[in-house]
């Protein structure tokens, strides 16, 4: 399968819709990148909002235009409250996004990751170890970090996308995203990203802020691929180390939509 | 109600308090603006402190200077902790100050805020639709974001004062503090602030800090108030988007002593 | 005691190994250094990783290179998590580093340091007030800070070594480490260091890092004091406050492998 490439049209369109909507993002994430993520959102003019008592979420998410859950500190009590979280915004039509953080290296998350994937969620977004644990492979992840190559687990993609419904994005040098049938490719950013804690989990945020826009779905998941590898890229041109390059990247963020306009 | 502006004397005598005495604060504050809350704190010559477990929040509140309970992301086992910290803290007259964030929109944070309103804060800051919904008006608040005007709450500031004994700080563009009779403005800051998650929580931590220091504690809210408009205004001549305006916040208020006082 | 200057050939080496190795770092800390905690591991090319759920915490000490216990923001469920994860490190051979956060002034804290610093920890890092309190000297700690001197701590330092076995480091102005026979000295860093938030628990989770890393223990866990001070009085010379200082010092680490084998 030969991925297309995403237009800057695309992307632009995007952006408008997150400055002119505002679109309100429930973020049930994890422990170390809550600040991160919701400035990321913050300087793409999204609104987030982490509200993490089971009765509240739920309550929440009937309010919201889109759910974030990331696993990546997952507990028995924060497992309740994503469970009340979905349950509500599948009432309410609220898309909602996955992002599988460890997911098959460790049992907690593994067995919820299942279960949670199967309440059909509009997007899904990993690197290629958690892609392939997720799709029933064996993987070589290491924690948090992946062992495999993105291209390798584009046909896990693939196949997770078909099973679960979910547009599937498989992110790392080269994001990919999928839903099944067709597939785009994004490229850019910077290896400075990695040293950046949170890079990966407020794309996903990001994901979930655009599933909640109008358009194609697809489009949109690489539209907010393309969005942080832009960012990433402008912000190396300033950075001297992953210090500078998180402050870059929020104020790169924050510019793009003029300047894509421009 | 015409508001009297705050001079900048009172503010300097804050900052100049804030540096020799070091107030001790304990934050029982939300997930999202641990570390940004501790960071301003820092900055301004406060000690931050954050100790979450029931008894030693009961235990640290007998110590402390000053209390801020924020109701962010609250919990079951949260709401635990702030009310042993909030006895605590009344029977060693401890002044403590409340952040009713995102209140009337959601049920648990809104009964516990209506339970602990009772228990004598020192002073309470919101945004209109926080102040408006603590104060039994009904709002069209969406999350913690605010969809009233700062000025049409005022009249709810002035009744939840009355009612409370609380010195209430409804902020926003400007930002009104009352203690039900007297009403003092603060003017400033720049609209990038609400681009920048915990800004509004870190004030309130600010306002717990001042209700510890010697003065008048309506002048001493109003000055916390001032403080994070005059850093804020500051911040905005260097800054190129929210991610620099964070960190040169923290440079300018911890440099603004020294500027104030030349 | 008089004690030894580290030398720069033994940071450089511990660069070295931190480059090469990249030691997966298990950290149980406290809420309100999370990010900057990971962020400076990351920095420094290790990768860190928060895992708290009981029974992951647990699963994944078993493949970590390395664990970190902070007392910072504990509670009864955190509780289980580091016991878990403690006899999950003993049983694999993981080395675990303590970080007794304020022990001393608050009793949950107090009571469970003294049980866990019984279970073999590689390291022990702490401010005078800490290392005297867990040494089983009284001391005027008040919640967070010191307000012992560093040196008056280091003869609790040493019966803490002797009586834990472990390389404990007393840091502040000078940092101490020794093992109860051998003590070594590390000067540096700025008082800026200390309006940050988090410099000393991610200090602490760097020592645990090269608690990982081949070579004498004491030499490596001096060698992680060594680091963080250099990166922070290179911090300094382009710092206008503590929010630029912490962009700064990250980028300082980041950059100090290829700075100091120059």
Redesign the interface.
């Known amino acids: 399968m030969q991925p297309d490439l995403l237009s800057d049209a695309v992307a632009l369109r995007l952006l408008d819709h997150l400055h002119t909507r505002s679109p309100?993002v429930h973020c049930l994430t994890?422990?170390?990148?809550?600040?991160?993520t919701?400035?990321v959102l913050?300087?793409l003019?999204a609104?987030?909002?982490?509200?993490?008592?089971p009765?509240?979420a739920a309550?929440?998410s009937a309010?919201?235009d889109a759910l974030l859950i990331n696993l990546?500190?997952?507990?028995?009590?924060q497992r309740e409250a994503m469970r009340a979280a979905i349950h509500s915004a599948r009432q309410h039509a609220t898309p909602w996004t996955l992002d599988p953080v460890?997911v098959g290296?460790?049992?907690?998350?593994t067995d919820f990751a299942h279960e949670i994937v199967a309440l059909s969620p509009a997007a899904i977004r990993g690197n290629a170890s958690e892609i392939r644990a997720l799709a029933g492979e064996s993987t070589g992840g290491?924690?948090?970090?992946t062992t495999d190559s993105v291209h390798d687990a584009l046909n896990a993609a693939v196949a997770l996308a078909r099973q679960s419904g979910a547009v599937v994005a498989v992110t790392g040098e080269v994001d990919y995203i999928t839903d099944g049938t067709h597939t785009l490719a994004v490229s850019g950013g910077d290896a400075l990203m990695?040293?950046?804690?949170?890079t990966g989990c407020a794309l996903s945020a990001v994901v979930a802020a655009c599933c909640a826009l109008p358009g194609d779905r697809l489009e949109n998941v690489a539209g907010a691929c393309w969005i942080m590898k832009r960012a990433g890229s402008q912000a190396m041109s300033s950075?001297?180390?992953?210090?500078?390059f998180?402050?870059?990247?929020?104020?790169?963020?924050?510019?793009l939509h003029r300047e894509v306009a421009a």
Do not use: I, K
């Open positions: 309100l994890n422990d170390v990148v809550t600040t991160f919701a400035n913050l300087a003019n609104s987030p909002a982490m509200v993490v008592d009765d509240e309550q929440f309010v919201a990546g500190t997952l507990t028995h009590p460890a290296a460790l049992s907690l998350r290491r924690g948090v970090d990695t040293r950046v804690v949170g950075a001297t180390g992953p210090g500078s998180a402050s870059a990247f929020l104020d790169a963020l924050y510019g």
